[in-house]
């Protein structure tokens, strides 16, 4: 070869070079832009039934917020600045599907994407993680390779049953994350959770407490309780739908036992529970609820008579109890406790 010749690149590396330093700086520019605006970002590490149901009470807040042009959260918390931009991370096609088809009604969706096989590059991303896998993949998550790193001084919040705060902190090295543990329920599908936010110790700063109320009572209620009141918490409002279901589906018998047709029993019990729960959330006591439906002599008071009989009162008490108990050990990692608790 001659000294002068040189051997040129060809111009298909070159256009793909240019293409991908493009997207590059587009890609940073988009970050440095989204960090200016001073709206956050949130991953939901493990988005299945209940990051969907958390991410649609979200992304319906701000489709109505921008519709009524405001964002005031309901109970008056409201933080500086919020979640605007999601990522949502599963394995499957079919998580990816399911995402897609539940949440892809709201107009906010746009903001939304959906990572399949890669937590780290979301969780790079995000301002808040929420972690919504099952339990027992916890470990695995946070311990992967470069995420600590990718978690450095963010905020993460579990919803994950039964792992405590410590064994959330014993996965990443020291000071790595703000851990904040919450337990929302099932009813966060309809908007109706009953969530119960551990406190933390030292108390969060007011902004991460406010942002993770709004984001919270964008499925429901909340409540603030210390963490050793987790496991009764999660016997009480994560157990408690099943429990009010048995209730409902005896309430439902009765009707069907005395010949009322099946699915308007069904219809019947339920919405009289609903009402109930209206009565009760407007500040009567179920006490004297109860005392102001049973007329002297009357139908209600005869029905009550049975219940007391059979101490229905103490027994859901007792169930509560029993719940908690068993919330409790599995939480200490043992297995098969139920089979392992007398009567
Ligand atoms: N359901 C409730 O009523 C309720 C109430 C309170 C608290 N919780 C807690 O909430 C958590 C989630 O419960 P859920 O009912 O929503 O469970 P789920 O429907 O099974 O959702 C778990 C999601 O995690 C994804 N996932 C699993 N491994 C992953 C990984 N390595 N990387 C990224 N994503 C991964 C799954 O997607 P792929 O299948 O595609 O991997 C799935 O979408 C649990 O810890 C539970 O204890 C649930």
């Known amino acids: 070869m001659a000294q002068n010749e040189r051997i040129l690149t060809p111009d298909w590396i070159l256009k793909e070079t240019l293409a991908l330093q493009s997207r590059a700086i587009m890609e ?87 990572w399949q096989n890669d937590n780290l590059e979301p969780v790079k991303q995000a301002d808040i993680v929420l972690l919504g896998c099952k339990p027992y993949m916890v470990a695995d998550i946070l311990r992967g390779n470069d995420m600590a790193q990718a978690l450095k001084g963010k905020l993460l919040i579990s919803i994950c049953a039964g792992v405590t705060e410590q064994q959330l902190a014993e996965c990443l090295p020291q000071n790595t994350c703000t851990i ?6 099932t009813a966060a599908a309809v908007r109706e959770s009953m969530t119960v936010i551990a406190t933390s110790n030292p108390p969060l700063p ?8 709004w984001i919270f009572t964008r499925i429901g209620k909340v409540v603030h309780l210390p963490p050793n009141a987790m496991d009764a918490s999660t016997a009480l409002c994560g157990s408690g739908p099943a429990f009010c279901a048995m209730m409902c589906e005896g309430l439902a018998l009765g009707g069907v036992a005395m010949g009322i047709p099946r699915e308007e029993a069904y219809l019947m019990a339920a919405q009289t529970m609903r009402g109930t729960t209206g009565l009760l959330q407007s500040g009567e006591h179920p006490a004297i609820l109860k005392d102001k439906v049973s007329t002297p002599g009357g139908c209600t008071v005869g029905g009550l008579l049975v219940l007391e009989e059979h101490a229905v009162k103490g027994i859901v008490a007792k169930a509560v109890r029993e719940a908690t108990e068993v919330a409790s050990r599995l939480g200490q990692g043992q297995t098969g406790v139920n089979g392992t608790r007398a009567k």
């Open 28 to 114: 940073y520019t988009s970050q440095q832009n989204a960090k200016k605006d001073g709206d956050l970002t949130l991953t939901v590490l493990g988005c299945g039934t209940m990051g969907i149901a958390i991410l649609g009470g979200i992304l319906d807040s701000l489709s109505s917020a921008d519709v009524q042009g405001g964002e005031k959260a309901e109970d008056g918390a409201e933080p500086k600045r919020l979640p605007k931009r999601f990522n949502a991370c599963v394995r499957r096609d079919a998580s990816k599907k399911r995402i897609e088809s539940e949440l892809g009604q709201y107009p906010t969706f746009s903001q939304l994407r959906i």
């Open 180 to 185: 904040v543990r919450a337990m929302p329920n």
């Open 206 to 213: 007011q902004e991460t407490n406010s942002l993770v109320d």
